[in-house]
């Protein structure tokens, strides 16, 4: 079973429209996008959530470890989610001051998985896998090479957790689930009408393909 998770949140009815859907995550940007939010802003729109069993997720950047936790708390998420590259001790910090679940962003470029990104595989709690970008942390709506990803993850994955973003849309993540068989697949850019504005109608088909890819056959 693959699980949802809608991304770059702005708007309550869109959190709502997330949980009558069934989806498992929802995120909030909490780092320089054009779907940020403030931690303050972000408590008061997970709060409207108060109640439903929807894991609510920080996305942060290079932020330096003390003010992840910081902004964490005032949001009041349930995972942290890193962009950038970080030190392994950041991951400690965060479970030792938190008590909260890690998600790594691995940024994947042209030829697939580098090196570093295959000795930081497995740093968090889960890996998410994005495509490679210079403009922007995520929600570029650009995919990376499933089929070479797929081969390479086979020997690392183990037990971890794995989360798949980067470009995915009604259209095509039916073929992203059955090509890397994510825990979690993540969308944002992919079910808007504008950056942190979801469409509900394209919400709905994004749970409706994800949930055809996870009781298909193979």
Sequence with gaps: MTDVKFCGMTRPEDLQR????????????????????????ARELLGTLQGSAVR??????????????AAART???DVVQLHGTRPRQDFMV??????????RVVRVGAEGLSRRD???FGDGDATLLDTLSNAALGGTGRTFDWGLVAGQIRPL????????????????????IEWLRPDVVDVS???????????????????????AARTGPG
């Design 18 to 41: 997330a949980a009558a859907l069934g989806a498992a995550f929802v995120g909030v940007v909490l780092t320089r996008s054009p779907r940020r939010v403030t931690p303050d802003a």
């Design 118 to 120: 295959r000795e930081e």
């Design 75 to 77: 949001a009041g998420v």
């Design 56 to 69: 609510r997720v920080g996305v942060f950047g290079a932020e330096p470890v003390g003010e992840v936790v």
């Design 189 to 211: 850019s992919g079910v808007e009408t504008s950056p942190g504005v979801k469409d509900h109608r394209l919400m709905a088909e994004f749970m409706a393909a994800a949930s």
């Design 94 to 103: 965060l479970r030792q001051e938190l008590g909260l679940e890690t998600w």
């Design 157 to 176: 994955r183990g037990a971890q957790r794995l989360i798949v973003a980067g470009g995915l849309r009604p259209g095509n993540v039916r073929d992203v």
